[in-house]
């Protein structure tokens, strides 16, 4: 594979492009970070650690939290070091400077997108059945319907993104503040328990795992579980060439995105362990998802109950349409950088959208959902929900390490500067959780998931290798790592 100065060898065919336009201020980034974080994850996985931890389940949100932050500010140095719309893969190369390693990185978080749609595509069909067959009846909620209506929801967020980007991202803060209400409700319920029913608030530190483990090891899983819940926010660093002043904003926009999210998400876990017996928790193994259970248990009189799902719905569309917007794009970027087969650069004349990678990128979501669900036993949501955290807690060490030796190299001051101890700390904790000990063993399908989904982008890697040494007389590397997002 080539390395170094490749980007200097390889032809430009993009051309020069007009800068994009700086919209975004920090309310409306800080609603962007957010909505992007308060998706799909807290639905899919509250439960699950709850059944680990018992009614300490706040604990390991916060310890992803603190996981997060650490990174978090390795990724705010380094988009003040380079404020391009580039991400984890542009920070490998300038750390690095190998173009297979940077295609890696970028391959990795394309896959993480993947695997984060289709969880949310395999919630959204579960909710979706179960606030029908609650509102109207008669509606089918089995298996092979929820896997139906996952695969079809997948295809609807193709053809939504052939449409174009503009009308995806108009809906963003719409579907952001129905994800903030529905969350609202499921805190208030549990509030509202506490205050008439007189609940036992010494739960919330009992720790009662179902497994055998101790505290340590249990808390270990459930953080590694709950650390999905709290990616997201290194989406942002997508649309720093669309945002005014990024130097100045993206330090204080970020951190103060994680932290509201991770008091939302403390206060969920908490109105979950108030509101449901903590034997109710640990032998729940429905794919609606527990917070459904809280508001039914909570509120059985009120008309919310019934409209929940729906607003749950609503939430993980908006995490799926992010994810596979950012995927095909990225896929798109690579491809017109001759790092993967041209083909997949492909632009739909009339709409001018990446129509060739969206298909890629649909059916490569459309095969995840049914070779998960080919595994007798595997629920589909904790096999791709820890498929999406063990890739992107790979990319994050990786750009942990990255800003250490962009550190190193650089005579420049950055606008923000972490603590030296930051990026070390980063790596480590990110390192540990992506170990084999930082999950079930039922759960260790993540590691082949991801092993294949990363053989995929190989292999089309080697492909295009191949195509150009061998017929263009070329060689393999990026031409404009700083603008990889198309």
């Known amino acids: 594979m080539s390395t170094g100065t490749q980007a200097e060898e390889v032809d430009d065919v993009n051309g020069s492009e007009p800068d994009l336009k700086r919209v975004m201020g920090p309310k409306l980034l800080l609603l962007f970070i957010v909505g992007d974080i308060l998706g799909a994850g807290v639905y899919a996985v509250t439960g699950d650690i709850a059944g680990e931890v018992g009614g300490v389940a706040w604990l390991p949100f916060l310890i992803a939290f603190a996981v ?25 190369h300038k750390a690095f400077g190998i173009h297979f390693v940077t295609f890696l990185v970028a391959f990795t978080v394309v896959c ?12 959204l069909a579960a909710n ?14 089995s298996t092979s319907a929820t896997i139906a209506v996952a695969l079809a929801f997948m295809v609807l967020l193709a053809l939504i993104n052939l449409r174009g980007v503009g009308e995806s991202v108009k809906f963003n803060v719409v579907l952001t503040l129905i994800e903030v209400t529905a969350l609202a409700i499921v805190i208030g319920v549990g509030f509202w328990v506490m205050a ?64 509201i999210a991770v008091v939302i998400y403390m206060l969920v876990a908490v109105s979950v362990i108030m509101v449901l017996p903590l034997g109710d928790i640990q032998s729940f193994d429905g794919e609606t998802g527990i917070l459904i259970e809280v508001v039914k248990e909570g509120a ?36 017109r950088q001759d790092v993967l087969p041209r083909g997949l650069g492909k632009v739909l004349a009339g709409r001018r959208t990446p129509w060739t990678a969206i298909i890629f990128t649909t059916v490569l979501a459309l095969g995840l959902i049914i070779y998960v669900t080919r ?3 595997t629920s589909i949501v904790e096999a791709l929900s820890g498929t999406t955290g063990l890739l992107l807690l790979c990319v994050f060490t990786i750009v942990n390490i990255a800003c250490l030796v962009v550190r190193r190299r650089s005579d420049t001051t950055p606008r923000f500067r972490a603590p030296a101890f930051v990026p070390v700390l980063g790596a480590v904790t990110s390192a540990f959780l992506v ?52």
């Open 128 to 141: 979706l059945l179960a606030g029908l067959d609650a509102t109207v009846g008669g509606v089918p909620t």
């Open 300 to 335: 059985p009189n009120l008309p919310v109950a019934e409209i929940f799902p729906f607003l749950t719905v609503f939430a993980v569309a908006n995490t799926a349409l992010i994810n596979m917007l950012m995927a095909s794009r990225l896929i798109y970027g690579m491809a």
């Open 435 to 486: 170990g084999p000990w930082a999950r079930d063993p039922e759960d260790w399908i993540q590691y082949r998931i991801a092993a294949v989904l990363l053989g995929i982008g190989i292999v089309l890697w080697a492909l295009t290798w191949f195509t150009n040494r061998g017929i263009r007389a070329k060689k393999t590397g990026f031409r404009d790592v700083d603008h990889l997002g198309g």
């Open 68 to 92: 997060a932050t650490l990174t978090a500010f390795s990724y705010i140095e380094l988009v003040t070091r380079f404020p391009q719309a580039a991400g984890a893969a542009l920070y490998a």
């Open 375 to 377: 595994g007798e036993g």
């Open 196 to 259: 008439t029913q007189g609940a036992d608030l010494g739960q919330v530190v009992v720790f009662d795992s179902s497994t055998d483990r101790g505290m340590f090891a249990a808390t270990t899983v459930a953080t590694a579980i709950a650390f999905f819940a709290m990616v997201g926010f290194e989406d942002s660093v997508n649309m720093v060439e669309e945002t005014q002043d990024p130097e100045r904003i993206f330090p204080r926009v970020m951190l103060t995105g994680l932290g």
């Open 112 to 123: 993480s997108g993947i695997t984060s749609a289709s969880t949310s595509s395999s919630l």
